[in-house]
C-alpha cells in the first residue's frame, strides 16, 4: 500500500473545516499521525533481520507505543466520514429531493410572476386603448362642433353678403331710372329751340352717361363689399381648418403604438379637408 503524504492529506481537510482553532488542532492530530507513521516506519527499517529470511525483530513494546499514539492521533471525523460514506445514497437521494423540491418551487414562483406581468400588461394596454378612445372620441366630436359652427357662420356671411348686394343693386337701379327721368323730364323741356333742344341732348346724354357711370360704380362696390367678405370668411374657414388639422394630427401622432395615424385605419388623408366631408 502506498503511503500518504501530507500534503495529500492536507488539502482536502483544509477546504472542510474553516474554523482556525479547530482547524489548528486536526492539522497538529494528522501531523501526528504522520509523526508515528515515520516513526513506526523508522523502527521496521532499523529493526535486526533474521537470517535466511525477510523477517525482522522489532521492539514489541516500541511498536505497540506507537500503534497507541496513532490509534489516539487518529481524527474522530475519519469515523464521521465512514458514517457519510456508508450513508451516502441516502444524503444524495435527500439533497436530490431538496433540489427537485427547490426547483418545482422555483418553477411555479415563476410562472405566478410571470402570470401577474401578463394581466398587468393586459390591464396597461386596456387602460391605454380606452384612453385613446375617449381621446378621440373627444377630438371628434371637438371637430364636429367647429365644423357646424364654421359652416354656420358661412351661411350667415353668405346671406348678408347676398343680402348686401341686393341692396345696392336695387339702389343702383333706382338711382339709374331717377337719373335717367330726370333726363327724359329735361329733354322734353328744353325741346322747343334748337340750342335748348340741342343744349338738352348734351344735358340728357351727361345725364344717362352719368347715370350708367354711377351704376357701374355702384356694381364694382356691390362685388368688392362681396368679394371682401368672401375672403373674410374664407380666410375664418382656413384658420379653422388648419387648427382641427394640427390637433388631429398630434392626436394621430400619438394615438397609435406603432406610429401610424390612428384616422389612416378609416381612409383619411390626414388633411384638414377630410372635416368637411
Not at 507513521?37 to 514489541?60: F, H, S
Not at 490509534?71 to 457519510?84: I, N, Y
Not at 427537485?100 to 394596454?125: H, K
Not at 392626436?251 to 368637411?276: F, V, Y
Request: proline share 3%; aromatic share 4%; net charge negative.
Amino acid at each position: 500500500m502506498p503511503a500518504i503524504t501530507r500534503s495529500e492529506l492536507d488539502t482536502p481537510w483544509r477546504r472542510e473545516y474553516g474554523d482556525p482553532g479547530r482547524a489548528g488542532e486536526r492539522i497538529a492530530a494528522v501531523y501526528r499521525v504522520f509523526e508515528s507513521l515515520d516513526a513506526l516506519v523508522t523502527v521496521v527499517e532499523e529493526a535486526r533481520g533474521v537470517p535466511m529470511t525477510a523477517n525482522c525483530v522489532v521492539p514489541r513494546g516500541d511498536v505497540l507505543d506507537l500503534l497507541d499514539d496513532l490509534r489516539e492521533a487518529v481524527p474522530g471525523e475519519l469515523d464521521d466520514a465512514q458514517d457519510v460514506l456508508d450513508r451516502r445514497d441516502e444524503i444524495v437521494g435527500e439533497a436530490e429531493r431538496e433540489a427537485e423540491e427547490t426547483r418545482t418551487a422555483a418553477s411555479t414562483e415563476a410562472e405566478e410572476m410571470l402570470a401577474e406581468a401578463r394581466a398587468e400588461a393586459e390591464r396597461l394596454v386596456a387602460e391605454a386603448r380606452e384612453e385613446a378612445e375617449r381621446t378621440l372620441a373627444d377630438a371628434r366630436h371637438e371637430a364636429d362642433t367647429m365644423i357646424a359652427d364654421g359652416r354656420q357662420e358661412y351661411e350667415e356671411l353668405t346671406e348678408r353678403a347676398r343680402h348686401d348686394a341686393d341692396r345696392l343693386a336695387e339702389a343702383g337701379r333706382t338711382t339709374h331710372d331717377r337719373y335717367v327721368a330726370d333726363g327724359q323730364a329735361e329733354q322734353a323741356r328744353l325741346v322747343a329751340g334748337t340750342e335748348v333742344v340741342r343744349a338738352a341732348h348734351t344735358e340728357a346724354a351727361r345725364i344717362v352717361d352719368t347715370a350708367d357711370g354711377e351704376a357701374d360704380r355702384l356694381r364694382r362696390e356691390c362685388d368688392g363689399y362681396v368679394d371682401a367678405k368672401l375672403a373674410e370668411f374664407e380666410d375664418t374657414l382656413t384658420k379653422a381648418l388648419r387648427t382641427v388639422s394640427r390637433g388631429r394630427s398630434q392626436l394621430w401622432k400619438g394615438g397609435s403604438p406603432n406610429g401610424t395615424p390612428a384616422t389612416a385605419l378609416h381612409g383619411r388623408t390626414g388633411t384638414g379637408m377630410d372635416l368637411i366631408d
